[in-house]
T-cell receptor
Framework: AQSVTQLGSHVSVSEGALVLLRCNYS??????LFWYVQYPNQGLQLLLKYTSAATLVKGINGFEAEFKKSETSFHLTKPSAHMSDAAEYFC??????????FGKGTRLSVIA | NAGVTQTPKFQVLKTGQSMTLQCAQDMNHEYMSWYRQDPGMGLRLIHYSVGAGITDQGEVPNGYNVSRSTTEDFPLRLLSAAPSQTSVYFCASSSPGQGSYEQYFGPGTRLTVT
């Protein structure tokens, strides 16, 4: 079985500060890992994905994530937060041939 | 391409009523899934399908039925709505066979059961 743990249901950062959203996964097979973003009252949009190529993955809006097998982690980072980054972020895992299993989400607030 | 479409966007039901949430995709994706989103719970898988004629249960299937007669459509049926089914429902599709492992999501249906 696969599972995802997102540490921190709510993270608050100042505008211009580093964003770090944590994700740890559990998988008995090589995982495919994803970060999605959800803006208020909207659907889910793919930020980035890891599918066994480069371990450092760059996504949209300046976000990136690093796959660390030894730590079973896939943390999401952005060097400088912008007000428009305020949203809910979901980490998800799949074996490739199975539906995604999602974490419970982290709500990011950006303070001016 | 329209991508993944869902209807209706909003629905209010009374306890015991039945209804069908519609989902369609025009990307020829073989995989389709239904999730529900509740505050603090993330997205939980209800049912999924790996191709026409094939469906399977997810984490929270009770109270919901699905069928997949075509590649494009994957309706979700609530047989007898309960207040516990108040949620936002998302349909998604993907195509591992085409090397596309991420899921593409529809805009969601917000369901309230009174």
């Amino acid at each position: 079985a696969q599972s995802v743990t997102q540490l921190g249901s709510h993270v608050s950062v100042s505008e211009g500060a580093l964003v770090l959203l944590r994700c740890n996964y559990s998988s008995s097979v090589p995982p495919y890992l994803f970060w999605y973003v959800q803006y208020p009252n909207q659907g889910l949009q793919l930020l980035l994905k890891y599918t066994s190529a480069a371990t450092l993955v760059k996504g949209i809006n300046g976000f990136e994530a690093e796959f660390k097998k030894s730590e079973t982690s896939f943390h999401l980072t952005k060097p400088s937060a912008h007000m428009s980054d305020a949203a809910e972020y979901f980490c998800a895992v799949s074996s490739g041939n199975t539906p995604l299993v999602f974490g419970k989400g982290t709500r990011l607030s950006v303070i001016a | 391409n329209a991508g993944v479409t869902q209807t209706p966007k909003f629905q209010v039901l009374k306890t015991g009523q039945s209804m069908t949430l519609q989902c369609a995709q025009d990307m020829n994706h073989e995989y389709m899934s239904w999730y529900r989103q509740d505050p603090g719970m993330g997205l939980r898988l209800i049912h999924y399908s790996v191709g026409a004629g094939i469906t399977d249960q997810g984490e929270v299937p009770n109270g919901y039925n699905v069928s997949r007669s075509t590649t494009e459509d994957f309706p979700l049926r609530l047989l007898s709505a309960a207040p516990s089914q108040t949620s936002v429902y998302f349909c998604a599709s993907s195509s591992p066979g085409q090397g596309s492992y991420e899921q593409y999501f529809g805009p969601g249906t917000r369901l309230t059961v009174t």
